[in-house]
């Protein structure tokens, strides 16, 4: 088993809609990271969460340390969101390493 | 520069043949990684830099693989004796220090193909 899952791994939506992506982990973690891949392969450092949620514009990340899981929201989708989203946790026993989780790939349709 | 280089962008080579990734951190940044992404696959930690430390190595594949930093700047990823499976996407980030708490922002990455 991952020590880092992502559900779902493929996501369709029509543009408006309100989208969560959702991160699970099994390990005991410092941090918890939620990045975005464009489609050419840049990376975006979106959030950086050790507790509670935060708020970028129409994104939206929340984690709960004592279930072990994180979700991103995207409100009011746009097709410019359409990317890989990526979960990444800093393992308490691995010292800076991150462990990534499989991906997230959203499409957003207009 | 405003965010982390990475250069080649794009590099093709053969089998057997030795390559040279170069990263640029954002200056003033401490910690820097390298990480690579096969094709269809998740990210995968290579080598961890931290100012003048020694680097946590734990994740290179192979003794193919090596890296280098000099002080807080340019970090070298050196693989030899490509393999078709080195063939990948060799993303590199820094941040302002190896603490847990500090974002790392990634260089757009050199895509590797091995033919």
């Known amino acids: ?110 | 520069g405003a965010g982390v280089s990475q250069s080649p962008s794009n590099k093709v080579t053969e089998k057997g043949k030795d390559v040279e990734l170069r990263c640029d951190p954002i200056s003033g940044h401490t910690a820097l990684y390298w990480y690579r992404q096969r094709l269809g696959q998740g990210l995968e930690f290579l080598i961890y830099f931290q100012g003048n430390s020694a680097p946590d190595k734990s994740g290179l594949p192979s003794d193919r693989f090596s890296a280098e930093r000099t002080g807080e700047s340019v970090s070298t990823l050196t693989i030899q004796r490509t393999q078709q499976e080195d063939s990948a996407v060799y993303l590199c980030a820094s941040s302002t220090s190896g603490t847990v708490n500090t974002e790392a922002f990634f260089g757009q990455g050199t895509r590797l193909t091995v033919v």
Request: with cysteine; aromatic share 6%.
């Open chain 1, 1 to 110: 088993k991952n020590e880092v899952e992502q559900s779902p791994q493929n996501l369709t939506a029509q543009e408006g809609e309100f989208i969560t992506i959702n991160c699970s982990y099994s390990v005991g973690i410092s941090a918890l990271h939620w990045l975005q891949q464009h489609p050419g392969g840049g990376i975006v450092s979106l959030f950086m969460l050790s507790s509670g949620k935060k708020k970028h514009g129409r994104l939206i990340a929340t984690i709960n340390i004592q279930e072990k899981h994180s979700s991103l929201h995207i409100t009011a989708s746009h097709p410019r969101d359409s990317a890989v989203y990526i979960c990444a946790v800093r393992d308490n026993n691995a010292g800076n390493m991150l462990t990534f989780g499989g991906g997230t790939r959203l499409m957003v349709k207009p």
